[in-house]
T-cell receptor, first 114, second 114 residues
Framework: DGGITQSPKYLFRKEGQNVTLSCEQN?????MYWYRQDPGQGLRLIYYSQIVNDFQKGDIAEGYSVSREKKESFPLTVTSAQKNPTAFYLCASRRETSGPNEQFFGPGTRLTVL | AQSVTQLGSHVSVSEGALVLLRCNYS??????LFWYVQYPNQGLQLLLKYTSAATLVKGINGFEAEFKKSETSFHLTKPSAHMSDAAEYFCAVSFAPGTYKYIFGTGTRLKVLA
């Protein structure tokens, strides 16, 4: 079955540590996205990538970094510079054709800073 | 500025009653509109999308939404609520063909009362 996988499901981090969240898709989608979800705030865009080896900052990129070395993979690193990283992180992808293509979402990673 | 607003962060309905979740957008260009559903600790799943082919859009699980340009609205409805409809619902907008960015509403949590 095609889809998006995120790992781990739950992640605990000590203050001052960097952590990397995995996102893999086998939908052959060109575009991939990372969102942060906090209660009552909806989804906020962290980074997005349209093609391999290219990515753009979203609305809340500070304290995060990404890479896009392969079409299938778009890992997100939460650095120690992110002051309040505890949140639910969602990865998404989208097929690139003309028209209103929807995003497909992974199951999410819940990050907790101890 | 382009934006999307969901009125009511929490909505409660009785089982079998009409479900109405509100979404309004602000845009100077024609929008593409989406409704997603999220169950606890899961990713988002597409319910339906507006593609300009028809103003009344039918989606999965008995949901539908009507695009009203004059009211800049895309409200989600279901004639008869089921206990399994309890979830959080997000309205999302993108504003041009090929655009890579989406704007999400802050979500409406639907509670279904027995």
């Amino acid at each position: 079955d095609g889809g998006i996988t995120q790992s781990p499901k739950y992640l605990f981090r000590k203050e001052g540590q960097n952590v990397t969240l995995s996102c893999e898709q086998n939908l052959n989608h060109d575009a991939m996205y990372w969102y942060r979800q906090d209660p009552g705030q909806g989804l906020r865009l962290i980074y997005y990538s349209q093609i391999v080896n290219d990515f753009q900052k979203g609305d809340i990129a500070e304290g995060y970094s990404v890479s896009r070395e392969k079409k299938e993979s778009f890992p997100l690193t939460v650095t120690s510079a992110q002051k309040n990283p505890t949140a639910f992180y969602l990865c998404a992808s989208r097929r690139e054709t003309s028209g209103p293509n929807e995003q497909f979402f992974g199951p999410g990673t819940r990050l907790t800073v101890l | 500025a382009q934006s999307v607003t969901q009125l009511g962060s929490h909505v409660s309905v009785s089982e079998g009653a009409l479900v109405l979740l509100r979404c309004n957008y602000s845009s100077s260009v024609p929008p593409y509109l989406f409704w997603y559903v999220q169950y606890p600790n899961q990713g988002l799943q597409l319910l339906l999308k507006y593609t300009s082919a028809a103003t009344l859009v039918k989606g999965i699980n008995g949901f539908e939404a009507e695009f009203k340009k004059s009211e800049t609205s895309f409200h989600l409805t279901k004639p008869s609520a089921h206990m399994s409809d309890a979830a959080e619902y997000f309205c999302a907008v993108s504003f041009a063909p090929g655009t890579y960015k989406y704007i999400f509403g802050t979500g409406t949590r639907l509670k279904v009362l027995a």
